[in-house]
């Protein structure tokens, strides 16, 4: 069983930066992909961004291709996500999952369903 922890979150201005941690715990961290996913109030959860379990690869949405980076230090058993420029459409519960797929593809990681592991989530507000 892997628990997902995320950290991070707050309440920042439009513009302002912010870096989400999300360390797993139980299983050895470099064994799953990993993936952050995002929900806002009334709508549903979307994919954000994901990295290979070496780090090697990521992944990104078109919405935010440029603005977020995700990352991984294997070393410390953590996945970030840098989020730069926010805007108020970025407000929601930010969460990190775990894939056990670790060669899978750009679509493959892209669909929630896919990931066998998620953290509580962590509430990101922006205001404008």
């Known amino acids: 069983q892997v628990q997902l922890v995320e950290s991070g979150g707050g309440l920042v201005q439009a513009g302002d930066s912010l870096r989400l941690s999300c360390a797993p715990s139980g299983r050895t961290f470099s064994m799953y992909a990993m993936g952050w996913f995002r929900q806002a109030p009334g709508k549903e959860r979307e994919f954000l961004a994901a990295i290979s379990w070496s780090g090697g690869t990521t992944y990104y949405a078109d919405s935010v291709k440029g603005r977020f980076t995700i990352s991984r230090d294997n070393a410390k058993n953590t996945v970030y996500l840098q989020m730069n420029s926010l805007t108020p459409e970025d407000t929601a519960v930010y969460y990190c999952?775990?894939?056990?797929?670790?060669?899978?593809?750009?679509?493959?990681?892209?669909?929630?369903?896919?990931?066998?592991?998620w953290g509580q989530g962590t509430q990101v507000t922006v205001s404008s």
């Open positions: 999952a775990a894939a056990k797929v670790i060669y899978g593809s750009s679509t493959y990681y892209r669909n929630r369903r896919n990931y066998d592991y």
